[in-house]
């Protein structure tokens, strides 16, 4: 009789797919041309806010698990992205909190799923694309 059980774990598996779908969100946010208009910049934001608790508590379990230095760096990117997740910028500076926001968000993720073996790799047309900018 042969096994059928997945070569993962149903949480692992849970994870690794809400980080593809965290990597699809925040690279259609961090590609689209971020307009500096007031409106689109709240609403960018607010997209960002509310996928970061969730992206913040996977980062947390994965710093528990790393040795001392990697875990030091993590924890102080973890305390950066959530003191500006959840700051309120100036109207004029709200911009390039965005800005800020997504690259840490951005790193966060990156560090995730390399700890889940998870190698993002951008298709050759989006490639051919910024080249051609």
Same mark, same amino acid.
């Given at each position: 009789?042969?096994?059928? $059980?997945?070569?993962?774990? =149903?949480?692992?598996?849970?994870?690794? $797919?809400?980080?593809?779908?965290?990597?699809?969100?925040? !690279?259609?946010?961090?590609?689209?041309?971020?307009?500096?208009? =007031?409106?689109?910049?709240?609403? $960018?934001?607010?997209?960002?806010?509310?996928?970061? =608790?969730?992206?913040?508590? !996977?980062?947390?379990?994965?710093?528990?698990?790393?040795?001392?230095?990697?875990?030091?760096?993590?924890?102080?990117?973890?305390?950066?992205?959530?003191?500006?997740?959840?700051?309120? =910028?100036?109207?004029?500076?709200?911009?390039? !909190?965005?800005?800020?926001?997504?690259?840490?968000?951005?790193?966060?993720?990156?560090?995730?799923?390399?700890? !889940?073996?998870?190698?993002?790799?951008?298709?050759?047309?989006?490639?051919?694309?910024?080249? $051609?900018?």
């Amino acid at each position: 009789m042969t096994s059928t $059980t997945p070569a993962t774990s =149903p949480a692992e598996t849970d994870v690794t $797919t809400w980080l593809i779908a965290a990597r699809r969100e925040l !690279h259609t946010i961090a590609n689209r041309r971020l307009v500096s208009a =007031p409106r689109a910049v709240a609403d $960018t934001l607010t997209s960002l806010q509310a996928l970061t =608790p969730t992206l913040i508590r !996977h980062a947390r379990a994965l710093a528990a698990q790393l040795g001392d230095t990697e875990r030091s760096e993590l924890h102080k990117l973890i305390e950066q992205t959530e003191g500006r997740a959840s700051s309120r =910028p100036r109207a004029d500076l709200a911009y390039e !909190h965005l800005l800020v926001l997504v690259s840490q968000l951005q790193e966060l993720l990156r560090r995730l799923e390399r700890a !889940h073996g998870i190698w993002y790799r951008r298709t050759q047309t989006a490639s051919a694309k910024r080249r $051609t900018r």
